[in-house]
């Protein structure tokens, strides 16, 4: 069902037949998940149950995505050129993100 939903917001924002999607894997570092789970509890208990959260893309290099799976978003090596200055960037929509993709082939 999420693989599903990824693939869905995916195809919202691309243009129908220039890409096609071969597979959808979750990769999901268990330290980083359990702390995440962790705040996201906390964050639920002190709102009353909103946690107004977004499922949002982010677009990297082959070298940059092994660094997040391992360590997490961290601004601190972050694009410290972006448009908006430095900081970790993400957008609802798959075809801005995709653009700041590189592949590994």
Same mark, same amino acid.
Request: glycine residues 8%; contains cysteine.
């Given at each position: 069902? *999420? &693989?599903?939903?990824?693939? &869905?917001?995916?195809?919202?924002? #691309?243009?129908?037949?220039?890409? *096609? ?15 995440? !789970?962790?705040? #996201?509890?906390?964050?639920? +208990? #002190? ?26 978003? +961290?601004? &601190?090596? !972050?694009?410290?050129? =972006? &448009?908006? =200055?430095? =900081?970790? %960037?993400?957008? #609802?929509?798959? !075809? %801005?993100?995709?653009? %700041?993709?590189?592949? +590994?082939?």
């Amino acid at each position: 069902q *999420e &693989a599903r939903l990824v693939l &869905a917001m995916f195809h919202e924002s #691309q243009t129908p037949d220039v890409w *096609e999607v071969t597979g959808i894997q979750r990769v999901q570092n268990r330290r980083l998940w359990k702390d995440f !789970s962790a705040k #996201q509890e906390k964050v639920a +208990d #002190q709102s009353g149950g909103n946690l107004n959260e977004r499922l949002l893309f982010h677009g990297t290099d082959p070298h940059s995505m092994l660094s997040i799976i391992r360590n997490g978003f +961290d601004p &601190a090596v !972050s694009n410290l050129t =972006g &448009a908006l =200055g430095g =900081g970790v %960037y993400y957008a #609802q929509a798959s !075809s %801005y993100s995709h653009q %700041y993709c590189e592949s +590994d082939a």
